[in-house]
C-alpha cells in the first residue's frame, strides 16, 4: 500500500524577489514548507508554520498557485499545493543574524541555507519543481482569479 503526504509549500515574494531554501547536502533549491498536520491545523495554517520553522520568516497567505503530484518511490505519493505568501507586515521580521542562528541550532531540521532569489538570478540554480523560476508569471496570470479556498478575490 503507499503512503500518502500531502505538503504546503509557500511562494515567498517581497520585492520582485523569491525565497527558496536548500537541505543540508543538498544541490537544488525549493520553496520552504513541509508535511500538514491536519488533525491540528488547516492548509493554510501548515503554510504559515512551515516558513517560520524553515526559515524564521512570518508570512500571510495570499492565494493557491498550483497542486501537483509526484511519486517517490513505488512507497510514496506527495500532493503538494503551492501558495503565494507576503511577509506579515504585523509581525517583526527576523535578522539575517537571527535567520542564521535558527538554521543552524534546529537539530531536526534538513534546511542548510537560504536566499532571495531574482528571476534573473534563478536561470543559474536548479529549482524543483522547475515552475518556480515562472513565479513572476504565474502571479500575473493569476492575479484576477478569485481563490475559493481562502475567499481571496
Same mark, same amino acid.
Not at 512507497?75 to 503551492?82: D, H, P, R, Y
Not at 503565494?84 to 504585523?90: E, M, P
Not at 534563478?122 to 502571479?139: A, G, M
Given at each position: 500500500?503507499?503512503?500518502?503526504?500531502?505538503?504546503?509549500?509557500?511562494?515567498? %515574494?517581497?520585492? +520582485?524577489?523569491?525565497?527558496?531554501?536548500?537541505?543540508?547536502?543538498?544541490?537544488? /533549491?525549493?520553496?520552504?514548507?513541509?508535511? /500538514?498536520?491536519?488533525?491540528?491545523?488547516?492548509?493554510? !495554517?501548515? %503554510?504559515?508554520?512551515?516558513?517560520?520553522? !524553515?526559515?524564521?520568516?512570518?508570512? %500571510?497567505?495570499?492565494?493557491?498557485? &498550483?497542486?501537483?503530484?509526484?511519486?517517490?518511490?513505488?512507497?510514496?505519493?506527495?500532493?503538494?499545493?503551492? &501558495?503565494?505568501?507576503?511577509?506579515?507586515? +504585523?509581525?517583526?521580521?527576523?535578522?539575517?543574524?537571527?535567520?542564521?542562528?535558527?538554521?543552524?541550532?534546529?537539530?531536526?531540521?534538513? %534546511?542548510?541555507?537560504?536566499? &532571495?532569489?531574482?528571476?534573473?538570478?534563478?536561470?543559474?540554480?536548479?529549482?524543483?519543481?522547475?515552475?518556480?523560476? !515562472?513565479?513572476?508569471?504565474?502571479?500575473?496570470?493569476?492575479? +484576477?482569479?478569485?481563490?475559493?479556498?481562502?475567499?481571496?478575490?
Amino acid at each position: 500500500m503507499k503512503k500518502l503526504r500531502v505538503i504546503a509549500r509557500a511562494l515567498v %515574494v517581497k520585492d +520582485n524577489k523569491i525565497l527558496l531554501v536548500r537541505n543540508k547536502g543538498a544541490k537544488f /533549491w525549493y520553496p520552504p514548507g513541509g508535511g /500538514w498536520e491536519f488533525d491540528d491545523e488547516t492548509i493554510t !495554517e501548515c %503554510v504559515i508554520r512551515e516558513v517560520a520553522e !524553515e526559515t524564521s520568516y512570518k508570512v %500571510v497567505v495570499d492565494r493557491m498557485m &498550483w497542486l501537483q503530484e509526484f511519486h517517490e518511490s513505488d512507497q510514496s505519493i506527495f500532493f503538494e499545493t503551492f &501558495w503565494l505568501t507576503s511577509l506579515d507586515s +504585523n509581525q517583526q521580521q527576523p535578522t539575517d543574524e537571527q535567520i542564521k542562528k535558527h538554521i543552524d541550532l534546529d537539530p531536526n531540521g534538513a %534546511v542548510e541555507e537560504l536566499h &532571495w532569489y531574482t528571476t534573473d538570478s534563478l536561470e543559474d540554480i536548479t529549482v524543483f519543481p522547475k515552475r518556480v523560476k !515562472e513565479y513572476q508569471q504565474l502571479i500575473k496570470e493569476q492575479s +484576477n482569479i478569485t481563490d475559493p479556498f481562502i475567499g481571496i478575490s
